[in-house]
């Protein structure tokens, strides 16, 4: 089936918002303590099928301090358990980076230099370079493997 993704960056949808929650709650998967409001406000992009939501990222924007402090993009994905092993996760972090690059350009005085996630799950991360462009850097004190991809349009220095 066709999935549709869909640009929720900084649009505070109240649809999107609504969905996002709803599946969120309907797999208790947020964190104790978050609220799913508030996280709805950092989505991203989000993944329907035939009109029901299959996917959702979500973005914080933070300081990366190995990596010369620069300012990344943090992504969080979530599919819903029926949609894992559909290449919903890998498209919506391509889309993530594409909407996010996009808006790096559009906004240079955010100085937004790449996309950064955390992979907590040992299903991911098999290879240094994902099909998502997140490349291998390190690991976090937890073991989990730190990934990044840089937006080009930027220096360094």
């Known amino acids: ?3 549709d993704y869909v640009d929720g960056w900084q649009k505070r949808d109240p649809k999107f918002e609504a969905d996002a929650t709803a599946l969120w709650r309907k797999h208790g998967v947020l964190p104790a ?8 406000r950092e ?8 009109g029901e939501l299959t996917g959702i990222s979500t973005v914080a924007i933070e300081r990366y301090r190995p990596l010369l402090n620069k300012r ?9 358990p029926e949609h894992e092993q559909q290449q919903i ?10 909407i996010l690059e996009e808006w790096s350009i559009a906004h240079p005085q955010e100085e937004l230099a790449g996309m950064a996630a955390v992979y907590q799950s040992h299903k ?10 997140l490349t291998l850097v390190g690991l976090t ?7 990044v991809t ?4 930027l220096p360094l220095f």
């Open 124 to 133: 991911l991360g098999r290879f240094p370079v994902g099909k998502s462009g």
């Open 141 to 147: 004190p937890e073991g989990h493997q730190m990934r």
């Open 72 to 80: 990344f993009g943090f992504l969080r994905v979530f599919t819903s």
């Open 89 to 98: 996760a890998i498209g919506l972090a391509v889309e993530a980076r594409r």
């Open 150 to 153: 840089w937006f080009n349009h």
């Open 33 to 40: 303590g978050v609220n799913p409001e508030e996280r709805a």
């Open 43 to 50: 989505i991203c992009c989000l993944a329907y099928e035939n």
């Open 1 to 3: 089936m066709a999935v």
